[in-house]
């Protein structure tokens, strides 16, 4: 009875269906609908934040030299846009250095952190059309140090090259899947776009280093930009779909190693030098013009040896050929090769071919 009661409060008489208990209260919610975006992230105005700040937040950083003449073209716009945001920012070409600071103006506190990528990306290259992009919502920077991450120079340079690609097809198609903006400057990368696309920028980058050529990635970013247009395959896996490259192990050359000497405390003896030798042979106490008078002798000698060496390799084509004896040249079992003729042997036959010529001529008469 008991629990035919509890079943019975848990009814609704009215839909006539059975209600969980957990349910039973709820009520519909009007922020709680599908129209409705929670991501979405709304910008942040004045009247959020009347009361200014309270303390004053910097950022410094400098820039090379050859920036300067740039800097000096585009700091108007740069000042035009910092203002709009209550940010103030200083160009030092002394110093060397370019600063950012809030106002009493500011209203965003994170504004500050945006102006210092800002200035970041100015120094390290990146032009003012594209730094500017920072300042909007959804939008943010990644400087990336891939300089550390090889050791070898020569090696750096050829990764750092093959994420270029050539004439700089491997980055445009980076920039195209990842939805953002990349800067290859010396020892380091910077990257502008939304978190996703660096997120994934970053990952290509440092397998680039590790020598995973960007192709692979790329690949498999686009397998899966297609199946994001998919909702069949919303909430399943994409492993079949992605493709499984393995690792191969070129062969490399082997380094031949020495055979180790035996150890000796002794060090080697020195080389003779030239003077040494010349006393070990006795030039040393010859006069001058018998030197050269030998020098010119040995080195007569010489060219004589080379000229002969050569007359004798042109006489090689004047030489005949060496004939070579065949089977089919070979004369009966025993293989006579002289031009003596049997004359026994040759009466023989001229005797039996006049034999058969006369029968012949008998029968056809």
Known sequence: MEAESASSSHEDPSAGAVVSKKMKYRKDKPWDNDTIDHWKIDQFKPEDNPH????????????PKYRE??????????????????????????????????????FDPYIIIKSRDIIKL????????QAVRVLEDGMACDIIKI???VRNKERFVRRRQRLVGPNGATLKALELLTQCYIMVQGGTVSALGPYT???QLRRVIEDTMKNIHPIYNIKTM????????????????????????KKTNVQRKKVVSKPKTPYTPFPPPQPESKV????????????????????KELKRAQQE?????RRRERAKEFEPPVEVVTAASEVGPSKKTDNSVDIDELKKKVAKATKLKSKKKTMSE
């Open 147 to 149: 300089r550390s991450l």
């Open 52 to 63: 200014p700040l309270t303390e004053e937040s910097s950022f410094a950083t400098l820039f």
């Open 197 to 199: 696309g660096l997120k």
């Open 122 to 129: 100015l120094a390290r290259s990146v032009p003012y059309e």
């Open 222 to 245: 686009m397998i899966k930009r297609e199946l994001m247009k998919d909702p069949t395959l919303k909430h399943e896996s994409w492993d079949r779909f992605l493709p499984k490259f």
């Open 276 to 295: 040494d030798k010349e006393l070990a042979s006795g030039e040393y106490f010859i006069k001058e013009r018998e030197r050269q008078a030998r020098k």
């Open 69 to 106: 003449k740039y800097l000096q073209q585009v700091w108007p716009h740069v000042e035009r846009s910092l203002k709009e945001h209550g940010i103030g920012c200083r160009l030092d070409l002394i110093e060397g250095s370019m600063t950012v600071f809030t106002t009493r103006k500011t």
């Open 305 to 309: 040896e080379v000229s002969e060496q």
